[in-house]
Structure formats: structure tokens, C-alpha cells
């Protein structure tokens, strides 16, 4: 992964670690800004493979090339930056992103690629592959724009669908799946098969993921929440608004016997004041708490599995031996 910093008005540089760095007021953020005008905490960055993922959680404005990032609990409010943008708190300039140069390292080559009805290789950059029309990386003729997003999420590839299409199989009932070497999608007359081409990269990074230790952070803030996920030597971590920090809340910090909570328990949690809330709320929110996740590469089918033919969803992360959580702000 590119390594990130931030460099200050006064030169100095501070290097952005794998995770979330905070920044604000408070002597307990990782950069503190000594201004009462500031937010206790102010502001979330997070390391992506594509850039640094910023999240403003303050009162003062957070601007990115003209741009407000503020939280908003019905809104995307991530907003992705990249090398040489400049950072804005308030109106005063603050730090610009940059992205470190090491001349020594060399950029692998992506593990997984598609061939489109045995057509010729097509590799999946970091930043995924999108299939439709003639805007898209893949344009099909018979597609319409965007009708399918391929990510890679960690050590694997996840086929989110979009667009007026039904779900077919294997897509589950928010369409997405996630992808093995060899697999294939028929979807609008078109064959998509996933291939492996690096398989050694993928040994090595199966290795690193086997370590024993599993941690879940879950962090809740005015606006709402950071998940953040320790799993051997790696961590993930995504920005979730209010709701959708709340249904993720309320599926791992209460566990029946059997894994599963019911749908409708889970809306009275997470709009308990608000009784007409229901199923399908609760499927458009839990759409759009996946796109989180696969945006911020987490594999999204070791989070949300739903029981076929009922009102039944569980985390099956959550069975993992020697799992912690922990929980602050809460």
C-alpha cells in the first residue's frame, strides 16, 4: 500500500499509519490543534489504497479544493483526497496530502483480472472496474452505464450490481457476491470470469491474514461511528453516518444463540422513536452500509449473511474465535 502524510504549513511532515488518524482539540487526538475555535475532535483520515479518505466531524468547515466535507447522517460523506490537495479548517490552510516517493519500490501487478466472453485479460485496479456503457472502464452494447462495479476487497474480488437489474444468482438480495478465481457472472448475455494472476502475491497476503488475533473497535461520535477491524498485522476501518453506525451497532453488541437477530428487532434499536420504520428502510440502509464496507475494502459476506426465505440477518464474524470488542463513546 502507498504510504501518506501530511505535510504542514511549517514543512514538517507527519506520516498517516494504517488506520484512522484523529485530529482536533483534544490532547487525546493524534494531531492537536491548540485552537478553541477547533472541535474537540475535528476531523477523521483514513489511508486507502487510492488516496486518504477524509471525514469532517467538527463545527468549523473542512474544506478539500473548494469543496465542504461535512458529516451528514443521510448522506455519503466520506470524501477521498490525493496527493498534493490541500487541506482548508475553517477557512485557514492546514496541511496539504502527499503522497511519499519511495524510490525503491516498485507497484506489483494487480492479483485479479476478468476476461468478458473470452475475450482478451483485463486487470482490476485498486480502485475497481466498472462494466456498462461507454463512460465505463468495459463498454457492453447491450449494458446501460454502470450496471456492474468490480472491487478488490482485501485478498478477493466483490461484483456489486447496480442499475434496474434483479439480482440474479449469485448476487444476493442488496446485489453484491463476492468473487473466487475461476468464477463466473452471466448476467445481460455477457460472461465475466474472474482470473488469478498473481498467485504468489495471494499466498504471501493469505499468511499475514492467518495471524490469531481478531479486534473490533466500535467508536461512536456526535455524527456517527468508526468500525475499526485488527486482524492479524492488518487493520480496516470505515466511517459510517449515524444510522447505518447504528444498525452495525446493534447486529455485533447483541448476540442471540444462534447468530441470527430479526429484522423488525433491529429497526425498533435503530429508529426507536420512529415505530413506521421497517423492512424496507432497513434494506436500503443495510445497502448502503455495504457499499461503506467495500469502499473502505472490507469483505462485506464475513459482516452480513441473511437467513434465505426470512426476516433474519447475523454477522458471522461475530462466531470468530478469540474475537474482541470493544466499544467506546457509547
Same mark, same amino acid.
Given at each position: 500500500?502507498p504510504q501518506w502524510s501530511l505535510e504542514l504549513r511549517s514543512g514538517a511532515r507527519i506520516k498517516l499509519t494504517r488506520g484512522v488518524t484523529t485530529i482536533g482539540r483534544s490532547s487525546r487526538?493524534?494531531?492537536?490543534?491548540?485552537? &478553541?475555535? #477547533?472541535?474537540?475532535?475535528?476531523?477523521?483520515?483514513? #489511508?486507502?489504497?487510492?488516496?486518504?479518505?477524509?471525514? /469532517?466531524? *467538527?463545527?468549523?468547515?473542512?474544506?478539500?479544493? /473548494?469543496?465542504?466535507?461535512?458529516?451528514?447522517?443521510?448522506?455519503?460523506?466520506?470524501?477521498? #483526497?490525493?496527493?498534493?490537495?490541500?487541506?482548508?479548517?475553517?477557512?485557514?490552510?492546514?496541511?496539504?496530502? =502527499?503522497?511519499?516517493?519511495?524510490?525503491?519500490?516498485?507497484?506489483?501487478?494487480?492479483? !485479479?483480472?476478468?476476461?468478458?466472453?473470452?475475450?482478451?485479460?483485463?486487470?482490476?485496479?485498486?480502485?475497481?472496474?466498472?462494466?456498462?456503457?461507454?463512460?465505463?472502464?468495459?463498454?457492453?452494447?447491450? !449494458?446501460?452505464?454502470?450496471?456492474?462495479?468490480?472491487?478488490?476487497?482485501?485478498?478477493?474480488?466483490?461484483?456489486?450490481?447496480?442499475?434496474?437489474?434483479?439480482?440474479?444468482?449469485?448476487?444476493?438480495?442488496?446485489?453484491?457476491?463476492?468473487?473466487?478465481?475461476?468464477?463466473?457472472?452471466?448476467?445481460?448475455?455477457?460472461?465475466?470470469?474472474?482470473?488469478?494472476?498473481?498467485?504468489?502475491?495471494? $499466498?504471501?497476503?493469505?499468511?499475514?491474514?492467518?495471524?490469531?488475533?481478531?479486534?473490533? +473497535?466500535?467508536?461512536?461520535?456526535?455524527?456517527?461511528?468508526?468500525?475499526?477491524?485488527?486482524?492479524?498485522?492488518?487493520?480496516?476501518?470505515?466511517?459510517?453516518?449515524?444510522?447505518?453506525?447504528?444498525?452495525? $451497532?446493534?447486529?455485533?453488541?447483541?448476540?442471540?444463540?444462534?447468530?441470527?437477530?430479526?429484522? @423488525? $428487532?433491529?429497526? =425498533?434499536?435503530? !429508529?426507536? @422513536?420512529?415505530?413506521? +420504520?421497517?423492512?424496507?428502510?432497513? /434494506?436500503?440502509?443495510?445497502?448502503?452500509?455495504?457499499?461503506?464496507? #467495500?469502499?473502505? *475494502?472490507?469483505?462485506?459476506?464475513? !459482516?452480513?449473511?441473511? +437467513?434465505?426465505?426470512?426476516?433474519?440477518?447475523?454477522? &458471522?464474524?461475530?462466531?470468530?474465535?478469540?474475537?474482541?470488542?470493544?466499544?467506546?463513546?457509547?
Open positions: 500500500m487526538c493524534d494531531i492537536v490543534i491548540p485552537d &478553541p475555535a #477547533v472541535s474537540r475532535r475535528q476531523a477523521l483520515l483514513t #489511508v486507502r489504497d487510492a488516496g486518504v479518505e477524509l471525514i /469532517n466531524l *467538527g463545527r468549523q468547515a473542512l474544506t478539500v479544493a /473548494n469543496a465542504d466535507a461535512d458529516a451528514d447522517a443521510d448522506a455519503d460523506v466520506t470524501t477521498m #483526497v490525493g496527493d498534493g490537495v490541500e487541506l482548508h479548517i475553517g477557512g485557514q490552510p492546514f496541511a496539504v496530502v =502527499r503522497r511519499e516517493r519511495d524510490p525503491g519500490a516498485t507497484a506489483g501487478p494487480s492479483p !485479479w483480472g476478468i476476461r468478458v466472453d473470452g475475450g482478451p485479460l483485463l486487470t482490476i485496479p485498486i480502485e475497481g472496474l466498472t462494466l456498462g456503457g461507454p463512460h465505463d472502464d468495459v463498454d457492453l452494447p447491450a !449494458w446501460t452505464a454502470t450496471t456492474l462495479v468490480l472491487h478488490r476487497v482485501a485478498d478477493l474480488v466483490v461484483a456489486e450490481l447496480r442499475g434496474e437489474l434483479d439480482p440474479p444468482p449469485p448476487f444476493d438480495a442488496e446485489g453484491f457476491t463476492r468473487l473466487a478465481a475461476g468464477a463466473t457472472i452471466e448476467l445481460a448475455d455477457a460472461t465475466i470470469e474472474l482470473v488469478e494472476v498473481d498467485e504468489a502475491r495471494l $499466498e504471501q497476503s493469505t499468511r499475514a491474514r492467518s495471524s490469531p488475533r481478531r479486534h473490533i +473497535k466500535l467508536e461512536r461520535f456526535d455524527a456517527g461511528g468508526m468500525l475499526t477491524y485488527e486482524h492479524g498485522a492488518d487493520s480496516s476501518s470505515v466511517y459510517l453516518a449515524t444510522r447505518r453506525f447504528a444498525l452495525v $451497532e446493534a447486529l455485533l453488541t447483541s448476540t442471540p444463540d444462534d447468530g441470527y437477530h430479526s429484522v @423488525d $428487532e433491529l429497526c =425498533r434499536r435503530i !429508529w426507536p @422513536d420512529d415505530p413506521i +420504520k421497517d423492512r424496507a428502510d432497513f /434494506n436500503v440502509l443495510l445497502y448502503r452500509v455495504r457499499r461503506d464496507f #467495500v469502499r473502505a *475494502g472490507i469483505d462485506v459476506d464475513t !459482516w452480513f449473511e441473511r +437467513k434465505r426465505g426470512s426476516g433474519m440477518i447475523r454477522a &458471522p464474524i461475530m462466531a470468530t474465535p478469540g474475537l474482541q470488542l470493544q466499544r467506546e463513546g457509547l
